[in-house]
């Protein structure tokens, strides 16, 4: 079992850069694939990225690559999700997530992760 805690969020401007953290709980933290997802009114949750347990792996959605960037510290049981050159379609409520199985396939698809964290807003205002 792992608990999961998002912080970061805040509002930002267009074309800002923001850092957001996922601290979990538990020593197993290395042994979960993470996931972040986010967000917005109107909108279903959309994949972000994810990254394996070992770091060696990192997935993106279409929309944040180039801008964003996922990793880890499994020795201080946390992820982070760096956010560059923000755009006013960034702002959603992110949520980072945890699976147990590495390397998943099927990595963008949210009924994969079984842990949750309970959001960050981020707000980019133009």
């Known amino acids: 079992q792992v608990q999961l805690v998002e912080s970061g969020g805040r509002l930002v401007q267009v074309g800002g850069s923001l850092r957001l953290s996922c601290a979990a709980s538990g020593r197993t ?3 979960y694939t993470m996931g972040w997802f986010r967000l917005a009114p109107g909108n279903k ?3 972000v990225a994810a990254i394996s347990w070992s770091g060696g792996n990192t997935y993106y959605g279409d929309s944040v690559k180039g801008r964003f960037t996922i990793s880890r510290d499994n020795a201080k049981n946390t992820g982070y999700l760096q956010m ?9 409520v992110y949520y980072c997530a945890a699976s147990p199985i590495n390397r998943l396939t099927y990595y963008y698809l949210e009924n994969q992760y079984d842990y949750w964290g309970q959001g960050t807003q981020v707000t980019v205002s133009s």
């Open 84 to 92: 560059n050159d923000l755009k006013p379609e960034d702002t959603a």
């Open 29 to 31: 933290f290395g042994t």
């Open 45 to 47: 949750r959309e994949f």
